[in-house]
Each structure stands twice: as C-alpha cells, then as structure tokens.
C-alpha cells in the first residue's frame, strides 16, 4: 500500500478557486491511477476525477466537469485537484484514492473544503 | 450517473449475520464484475473490505463476504462484532470503465 496525505483545503467564497494536492510516498505512484473522492457532510462518497498513471487520459464527474481539473507529477508523487468556479454543493471532505484494478486500494485522511459567503 | 441504492440501516447483534444489498442497473453492477465494499468508521477514511465483488484484500477477517445476483450486490458479516459497527458503501464501475459510481451508505449497528 501507499500513505497518501491530502492538504490544501479551506474556506472559500463562491466562485472562487482552490487547489488541493495529495503527496505520496512510496515508489510505485507512478504505477497506478489516482482518484478524488469526496463526501459532503454526514453524506455517502461522490466519486469525482481519475487520472490514468502517465496522466495520459482523465475523467470527470458531469458534477464537477468544466470546473475541476485532475493532475499529477509523478517526478514528485504529487496528485492535484484545481477547483474553479465553487458552489456551495462542492463543500465536503476530499479524499484522494489509489486506484488498483478496479477499486481504491489505499485512501488518504481527507481535506475539509468549505464553500461558503 | 444514479447512486447505487443500499438501505439506510441494518442492525445485529454479536455474533449474528447480516447482510446489506446494492442495488444498480445493467450499465454497472449488472454489467460487470468490479463491484468494492468500504468501511468508514466516523471521522476516518474508507478501507476497502471486499472487491471484485468477492475478493477479501489481506487483512479483512474471512467474516467479510461478498455476492451478486444480476443488479444488487451484497455484503454479508457474519459473526458481528462490534467493532464492525461503521458505515459501508458499495462501489461499481460503469460503462466507461474509467467512471465509478458509489451507494448512498448502510449505517451498521451492533446492538
């Protein structure tokens, strides 16, 4: 498995913009394909973004789609999340997630974002 | 994409079983064999218990089962502890093998 440790949440306006980030340690990050995950307050998961291993390809939730964008640097074993144009519906805690074959096998602590005026 | 349909609740008491069904259409569960099941204790991170719809990860007491049966999935614990009191959420992929889509939750009591 892998630590994964998501930073970068806060409070923020509607409209405004944030950037999560998700650092991972171990060797094989490059290896496997990331996920974020996120869950609104006493709510279930909401699958949001994947990215392929070699960043080559994404995939968005009709949710968040035009308005996220999933990244990664695996030189850094860094996993990003560029949120735009938040809504008060975006609030909850983010989770990054390794995906191995067709589930996520290792998941961080989670980011609290709060959108709000 | 439709949330996976699980009931709200179920309860046992030590030692019993239960069991908790998820419930999709054609496009995921029915359609494929990659269904996972997460554990969330409050304020903690999910931990998947099942995948593949019946593969136990290293780790997961033999208690943990999973099953399918055409569009529902289910989770079976047997021998409850209460330790297993937590939320759980079923997982499927869809179509595009990329998109997944979860359950709206089972809250678990050990009574």
């Known amino acids: 498995q892998v630590q994964l440790v998501e930073s970068g949440g806060g409070v923020v306006q509607p409209g405004r913009s944030l950037r999560l980030s998700c650092a991972a340690s171990?060797?094989?990050?490059?290896?496997?394909?990331m996920n974020w995950v996120r869950q609104a307050p006493g709510k279930g998961l909401e699958w949001v973004a994947i990215i392929w291993y070699d960043a080559r390809r994404e995939d968005y939730a009709d949710s968040v789609k035009g308005r996220f964008t999933i990244s990664r640097d695996n030189s850094k074993n860094m996993l990003y999340l560029q949120m735009n144009s938040l809504r008060v519906e975006d609030t909850g805690v983010y989770y990054c997630?390794?995906?191995?074959?067709?589930?996520?096998?290792?998941w961080g602590q989670g980011t609290l974002v709060t959108v709000s005026s | 994409q439709s949330a996976l349909t699980q009931p709200p609740s179920v309860s046992g008491s030590p030692g019993q079983s239960v069991t908790i069904s998820c419930t999709g259409t054609?496009?995921?569960?029915?359609?494929?064999?990659?269904v996972s099941w997460y554990q969330q204790h409050s304020g903690k991170a999910p931990k998947v218990m099942i995948y593949d719809v019946t593969k136990r990860p290293s780790g997961v007491p033999d208690r943990f089962s999973g099953s399918k049966s055409g569009n529902t999935a289910y989770l079976t614990i047997s021998g409850l502890q209460a330790e297993d009191e937590a939320d759980y959420f079923c997982?499927?992929?869809?179509?595009?093998?990329?998109?997944?889509?979860f359950g709206g939750g089972t809250k678990l009591t050990v009574l």
């Open positions: 997630a390794r995906v191995f074959g067709y589930h996520c096998d290792s």
């Open positions: 171990g060797s094989t990050f490059s290896s496997h394909g």
């Open positions: 997982c499927s992929i869809v179509a595009t093998y990329t998109d997944v889509v």
């Open positions: 054609s496009s995921d569960i029915g359609g494929y064999d990659y």
